[in-house]
């Protein structure tokens, strides 16, 4: 019996939090300002911050802030975060091939 790694534990904790593989995803196309995933993620400014703080502790993504008037603050993918790409796109392509319609109208219900 393989026992589970605690890497491995700690991994599918972190892109299994909500909204952190849709921040992901969307930080995959580029830097992002705030404002931008604001509009472009169905989520709270307050809880995209959280899991923005969250990702940049992590070293998965990169804050950078820029001294103009208004401040302007943008995110970006690290090495670290670009080094998953592979593993979203497979993600994305499992869900493609594997979860029906009926399965995300029983989700939303």
């Known amino acids: 019996m393989e026992i589970l790694c605690p890497r491995f534990e700690k991994a599918m904790g ?35 911050s959280d899991r923005l703080k969250l990702l940049e502790k992590e070293g998965i993504v990169e804050r950078k802030i820029y001294s103009e ?16 790409e592979p593993v979203i796109k497979e993600i994305q ?10 399965e995300l109208e029983d989700q939303n219900a």
């Open 14 to 48: 972190l892109l299994s939090t909500r909204w952190v593989g849709l921040i992901l995803f969307e930080l995959l196309k580029g830097t992002k300002r705030f404002s931008e995933m604001e509009t472009d993620l169905p989520i709270s400014g307050r809880l995209l």
């Open 69 to 84: 008037f208004p401040v302007r603050i943008e995110y970006s993918l690290s090495d670290k975060g670009k080094s998953l």
């Open 93 to 102: 392509h499992w869900a493609n091939n594997n979860v029906t319609t009926e």
